[in-house]
């Protein structure tokens, strides 16, 4: 109890020591957490608490088993423990109130703005493969980190991104691997992109039942002939089924469908672009008919006893799979390379991009 008592009121040196070593194991945990292992904020500060909370007690205690033997005799960097310690608590009551989300987007948008530079300006051509390899992985960790963690980048930032490595990949002839691995994050930062714009308030979100008949809670129809060329749409489901009885087109906008299945009835083409349209289809289960692939990027995509084709057109997919389809068709109406590929995957997702040159 008189051990108790001293710390507590009369040793004011061990005391502190105690308290900024705990915050340096505090801030060196939230760090590791956050930067490393990223993991969302919110859990790891309120874990911050109880290992600051954790790292006292358990230093409490070794003062009372070992009195003042356990800091004796004085650290040789004496002035640099205190110096330390009084950082790291600077930096984790920082850190606990700071606007994180905020200071993660900054970092986020610096990075990715300068790959894109360095992909854009004329010392790009002498990137090496493996230069190229290491800002694909890097683009790929921010876009991870941020949709994980929901970090608000800034949705321009993102898309020049994509554009910046789109067109790197062009214009540069690189290995076959690497050149897939880039169009797939072209397609991961398109994803982030429509994702973050909808969120900002950038493109308008209407419901489902503004353009189809809602037939159940999760159901709707499309009896006619429907055209997007009016407004740019973020069109957002939970898993919510369109039954296409004639073609969706998009002409001249961009439209994304996020979370909605479609399953096809009497529809050919079931979903086309027209002339200066843009269209994406992100987390979607679609059956049935048959649906061209080209010009529609694919993203995270079940298809379902559909054929699909290709009519020499830019072929995108990312995370898609194909089940129930001919396989006496599928060399008929697709490159071979992507044939074959289907075929090997045995219905499990692939990435596959063809650029057409222009």
């Known amino acids: 109890m008189n051990k108790l008592f001293t710390f507590f009121f009369s040793d004011e040196t061990h005391r502190a020591k105690v308290y900024l070593a705990s915050a ?25 608490i109880w290992v600051f909370l954790s ?17 004796s005799p004085p650290p040789k960097f ?10 790291s608590a600077v930096l984790l009551m920082m850190m606990v109130n700071m606007d994180m989300p905020a200071v993660q987007a900054y970092i986020a948008d610096a990075a990715l703005n300068h790959i894109s530079i360095k992909l854009e300006n004329v010392q790009a051509a002498a990137l090496t493969t ?9 683009i790929q960790s921010i876009v991870t980190a941020s ?33 897939q691995a880039g169009y797939s994050t072209v ?10 714009e909808a969120q900002s308030g950038a493109i308008a979100t ?23 060329n009016q407004h740019d749409l973020f069109i957002k489901g939970e898993h919510s089924l369109i039954l296409l009885g004639d073609t969706i087109e998009i002409s001249k906008v961009k439209v994304v469908f996020k979370g909605v299945d479609f399953e096809v009835q009497a529809a050919y083409p079931p979903l086309w672009v027209g002339q200066g349209g843009t269209l994406a289809v992100i987390d979607s289960i679609f ?28 072929i995108r997919l990312r995370n898609v799979s194909f089940t129930g389809f001919r396989r006496d068709r599928l060399f008929l109406d697709l490159p071979h390379d992507l044939a074959q590929l289907i075929l090997e995957s045995g219905g499990k997702p692939i990435n596959y991009v063809f650029e057409p040159q222009r």
Do not use: C
Not at 78 to 87: D, E, I, K, R
């Open 78 to 87: 004496h002035f640099w423990f205190y110096a330390l310690g009084t950082v």
């Open 287 to 314: 059956q049935g008919g048959q649906q061209p692939l080209e010009n529609i990027s694919w993203i995270n995509v079940q298809f379902r006893d559909m054929q699909p084709q290709s009519h020499g057109g830019a």
């Open 187 to 196: 397609l991961d930062l398109q994803s982030l992109a429509y994702t973050r």
């Open 55 to 71: 790292s006292i007690l358990l230093l409490l205690i070794l003062y009372l088993v070992r009195g003042r033997a356990l800091v």
């Open 24 to 48: 340096t194991v505090s801030l060196a945990y939230a760090l590791i957490n956050l930067w490393v292992l990223h993991r969302s904020e919110e859990p790891v500060f309120s874990e911050v």
């Open 206 to 228: 209407p419901p489902i039942s503004d353009f189809a008949r809602k037939i159940s809670d999760v159901g709707y129809v499309i009896s006619s002939h429907l055209t997007f």
């Open 147 to 179: 949709e994980r963690n929901g970090v608000p980048v800034n949705p321009n930032t993102v898309q020049k991104t994509g554009a910046a490595l789109s067109s790197y990949l062009r214009r540069r002839t690189v290995p076959t691997p690497v050149q």
């Open 130 to 138: 493996d230069q190229v390899q290491v800002s694909v992985r890097r």
